[in-house]
């Protein structure tokens, strides 16, 4: 500034006459400000630049956005040089890529994957290889340097350069800042103060980086356990009352399954308290939890909760600070088990009461080991106990049944089937003879092989003796009458009443038969089932048999239907002189017949109203009844889709399979599945899935198939989505850093854990523990001194289920782990799975990121300090600029006015060349006040509010060309449609004033033409003005936005070289980009890029 201030002086005093002292005084008065401002200025702007590089890099912007920074400030904080940053590969043998937002992008191109090595291809490799700082005062003549290099840089316009290592945390390079300089020349003591500031910020940059980059990929892993395990999670805080007891907890955070475990939803629980969701909890469970969060014990429990009718196993631990009162709760849905357990033991009791009851024994026999598991009543039937009947086989049958009962048993061991056997047996105790029923029934695998017989013997020996009794007894047909069930009447040939069994009298409730004999049985009949009662005692008395089904209540007014049979009894000449009728007993039959059919008027109306299409068809195949949601799906009517119509609505390309499907399954009467492509009534196909199962008659014929059609579509779509989500969690689980085993424990005799398996391992394994081919191996084998502590930690979550999460070092291994263990697969097993991880490095690195946290909290102190005193510096830069223009303006009017006086003054004494010189001065002075006034706006350019409004572009274009003076015969065009945008409308009026005055002033003719335009460009739109004047040469087309640089002759007075400056700082300071497109002779196109929308700063 003050080179500027010294030209301006110069020039005024070689075309000007000397001012008066009171010009010169003030005139110096601004040199010397000026010096002063020069020298605060370079420690405040540097204060000021890290403290806003520091806020950007906290703000977590992108690491490249970040260093782009960094090269602007040290490019900022010395306009004689331009910074870059080339960035190291991994392995630090190239540099893959560099920030060089000061240079074209060529520039960036030449130095993609340099070498980083001895050889000196550049200074960055070099002070990358070095580890220290490079110079290079003469690139162009230094032989020093490959000439590729050398060549890259001169022509960039780079004579000479300073390049420092970046060094990381580990004090390892991770690239190179590199300050070049526009001549060859050595660093000033500034420019090294500039490189060690550039480097210990990006240093920061890539410090965050890194730490960001550990943090994310740690939480995306733990996202994914926590997002996957099949347990339901709670991350929970005990609430205290007033009295600092436990009264509540909130509940900040549950993970997927904890809405299918709890069946609440995930919404409803989340920053909702445990009274607020299960006001049903009483006080001990929250004395749990406080001891859990405040005491810091780890409990295992089980818990019923009556609100939800649901058993809980919750697992209770400590997480955070010891004095946040948060802990985790680790919980799964145990009511089924506990439900199955209650049911269990109610049926072993009832089981075990049965079979002691009914002298039956219940049996398991393994016909491969020939081993045998029997109820405790074994010896009570067989007269031995199971350790004598071991390996007698079937010696103890008696001789004559032996062969059939032992050939029925080994049917069924080799066709799978079941089988039923009476037989005799010979008690080895006492040599008694007993009669055993047996029934067996094959246990197949997967595979269907036979793995063993189960079944259960009765011992009927006083069945067959009591049978044997009957069948010698004289009373042997009475007895089978008095059995009966049936209601049995002998009836004389006037159908009167002679006998009546017992169970007759019991089921028709007369209790005493002399009321009823002799009394007509005709008269126990009423309406149209006396008739039919008529007429089977005529189909009797013919010969033949006579049926029918009636109603007749008993003598008890007991409601009752009754399935009769008249049977004619012959004399020796077989005339016919009584008749048998036999009543059975169908009320409940025909109560089931009134159910049944209530029934099928309830299948109907829940299969037309089923979310699924239900159907049913013929033992040919015929459909005979299709539900509505099928008629309101396809859109078929009842005429279309019965018989085989609905194939009609199946896809043309699965009709053919689908029917032979069908067909078949139909010939087989076998249950099938099929998936077909159905037509929707829109015309769209879906894909659905059909699936049916025969039907067969109380008499077992086949009857035809009943069964329903889902749309899939959507599953399908699942499926495939669940498919590939489940191929990204399985790519990710065998790329995460942490290690992952499955182990197999091994126990001693005394069930205590000595050495375990690893089953299956992760490709981080080894990396975490060191340990090679690891796999099918023992740790044993691996690590023979491991320390026991292992063994019992894993042992015990083999045996109790209990999963455990724990950090724990290994003296043998060298090593800390951090470590979640739980029971994998069935607690037979013995398997438990493991994630851990290698944390020595955190744990060494724990006291110094303590020292690194203490000492950011002491330079945050340090930058809110600096910020402060930046803010009032600033301020008092804003009234050092008013100051500034009012104190330069002033002596300038004074200068203009003088001259203006003198040459008024002595008109008729000046020469020509005199006044033409005095009207130079003014010029030059008008020219100096605009150029004051440009460099003010410059400055504000971003750093005041404007107020944003919606802008209609065309209406802004006109009122901008009112406002100029335009010469009549130029011509100016405006695109017909043009956007309305909400945005700055000052700052974009200053924008297309300037460009379209400069196309004005500049243009060679007064006939010019300008041409303004406006395309769409994603978030931006993009505004062109071209004009036909003169163009600009290529190699000018950067120089123009540069401040205080023209193309024209600085004595014209509105060329100051600041305006389209100016537009460029506004441009970007929007967010858009600005660019010519010109060739001389052929005029200029600028382009500007400008936001759809406002930008935040």
Known sequence: MTENANLIT?????????????????????????????????????????????????SLKPMDECLTAVCDSVSKLNSGVRACILLTDDQRLKFPRSITPNFPPSFGQGLKDAPINELAIGTCGTAVYCGKPVICTDIANDTRWSLGWRDLCVAHGIFACHSTPILGADNLPLGSLMLCFDKARSPTDWEYRLAEF???????????????????????????????MGEAFALCKIILDDDRKPFDVLILEVNPAHETVTGLTNEETMGNTMRQLIPDFDDSWYETCFRVAKGGETI????????????????????????????????????????????????????????????????????????????????????????????????????????????????????????????????????????????????????GNVQKLIGVVIDITERKQAVKALRDSEEFKQRILESSNDCIKVLSLNHEILYMNPGGLCLIEIDDFSSVCNTDWLSFWQGEDREKAKNAIATAKAGQIGHFQGYCPTMKDKPKWWDVVVTPIRDASGEVTQFVAISRDITQQKQVEVLLRESEEKFRNMADNAPVMIWMT?????????????????????????????LDAVHPEDSESSKNIFLDANRQKSAFQLEYRLRRSDGKYRTCIDAASPWFGVDGQFKGYIGSVMDITERKQAEESLRRSEERYRTLFESIEDGFCVIEMMFDENNQPIDYRFLEINPAFEKQTGLKDAEGKSIRQLVPNLEAHWFEIYGKVALTGEPIRFENSSQEMNRWFDVYAFRFEQPESRKVAIFFKDITERKQSEIQQQQRAKELTQLNHSLVRTTDLLAERNQELNSFSYIVSHDLKAPLRAISNLSQWIEDDLQEKLDEDNQRQMQLLRNRVERMEAMIDGLLTYSRVGRTEVETQSVKVKELLNEILDSLVIPPTFTISIQAELPTIVTKRLLLSQVFANLISNAIKHHPRPDGQIEISATCKGQFYEFAVSDDGNGIAPENHDKIFGIFQTLNSRDVKESTGIGLSIVKKIVETEGGEITVTSELGSGATFRFTWPKQPLTH
């Open 300 to 447: 295992r429990f089980e818990n019923y909760v009556s609100s939800l009718n649901r058993w809980f196993d919750i697992y209770a631990y400590k997480v955070g600070k010891n004095d946040d009162g948060k802990f985790a709760l680790i919980y799964s849905d145990i009511s089924e088990r506990k439900q199955t357990e209650t049911a269990l033991k109610q049926n072993e009791e009832r089981l075990r009461l049965a079979v002691e009851v009914g002298r039956m024994v219940a049996w398991e026999w393994n016909p491969h080991s020939d081993t045998i598991i029997t109820t405790d009543n074994f010896s009570s039937i067989y007269g031995l106990s199971k350790i004598e009947a071991a390996g007698q086989g079937f010696a103890l049958v008696h001789p004559e049944d032996r062969a059939r009962h032992q050939s029925l048993v080994e049917n069924a061991v080799a066709t799978g089937k079941g089988y039923h056997s009476v037989f005799r047996f010979i008690r080895p105790d006492n040599g008694e003879i007993i009669w055993l029923e047996e029934r067996g029934e094959a246990w197949l695998d997967e595979k």
């Open 10 to 58: 110069d020039k005024l005093q070689q075309n000007s006459p000397r001012p008066s002292s009171w010009e010169f005084e003030n005139q110096n008065r601004l040199i010397s400000v000026a010096e002063d401002m020069s020298k605060q200025k370079s420690v405040e702007l540097l204060l000021l630049e890290q403290n806003r590089l520091l806020k950007l890099i906290a």
């Open 618 to 646: 013929d033992a040919t195949g015929y459909c005979t009844y299709l539900s509505r949601s099928w008629y309101e799906f396809s859109g078929q009517t009842e005429e279309i889709g019965l018989g085989f119509g609905w």
């Open 198 to 228: 550039g480097t210990q910020i990006a240093s920061i940059v890539f410090e965050r980086e890194q730490s960001s980059k550990a943090l994310r990929e740690s939480e995306d892993k733990y996202r994914t356990l926590f997002n996957s």
